[in-house]
């Protein structure tokens, strides 16, 4: 009788924990855990939407600080091309139950408080160097997402976003004498 009615307890005990497990599941995805997503398409949409809102905030400031008319139109075609780029993501981000940052990263802080402190050619020269460094590494994550993501949804808005970004390369690129072609070995 002992081992029937612990049978039973043990049965109770296993059920309510399958039970747990089945509604957690279902909490994660209603908080944006987005678990059917692979962890490097999460790091991606992560880093792209950090990357993203910083290149608006950096590119308001560029706006307002450049000193070259050249500087300002590319900070405000930042603020345009990443604010829309920043809405497809969250549109996709949205669809896979994916709770994306909502605030620049700290080497992104770092960069920005440098760049307020500067002004005139000084800061048009740091803004420059930055943005192509920035567009260099955002090319080749871009890449790798849309040549070896998982999700099609994330791979599509990389595939998708990417020729813009190669753009903003180019034309930062050509701004201080610089190459509009990127070396291979950055790739």
């Known amino acids: 009788m002992k081992h029937r009615i612990a049978a039973v307890g043990l049965a109770a005990v296993s059920a309510l924990l399958a039970i747990n497990a089945i509604a957690q599941d279902k909490m994660d995805k209603m908080q944006g855990s987005g678990s059917t997503l692979s962890a490097t398409d999460k790091t991606f949409m992560k880093k ?5 809102m910083a290149e608006v905030r950096l590119g308001e400031l560029a706006a307002k600080q450049g000193s070259s008319d050249k500087v ?20 996709v981000a949205s669809t896979k139950g994916f709770t994306l940052p909502t605030d620049i990263d700290a080497k992104s802080k ?48 990389a595939t998708k976003t ?5 753009e903003h390369y180019s034309m930062i690129s050509s701004m201080n004498g610089g190459s509009s072609k990127m070396s291979h070995g950055k790739m």
């Open 48 to 52: 792209a939407a950090q990357g993203g």
């Open 162 to 166: 990417l020729p813009v970004i190669k």
């Open 72 to 91: 300002k139109q590319f900070g405000q075609r930042m603020v345009d091309d990443h604010s829309k780029a920043n809405d497809e993501l969250k549109q």
């Open 110 to 157: 770092t960069t920005m408080a440098k760049l307020e402190k500067l002004h005139g050619a000084a800061f048009d020269a740091a803004y420059v160097k930055d943005m192509k460094q920035d567009h260099q590494m955002d090319i080749a994550e871009f890449q790798k997402e849309a040549s070896k993501g998982k999700d099609a949804d994330v791979k599509g808005f």
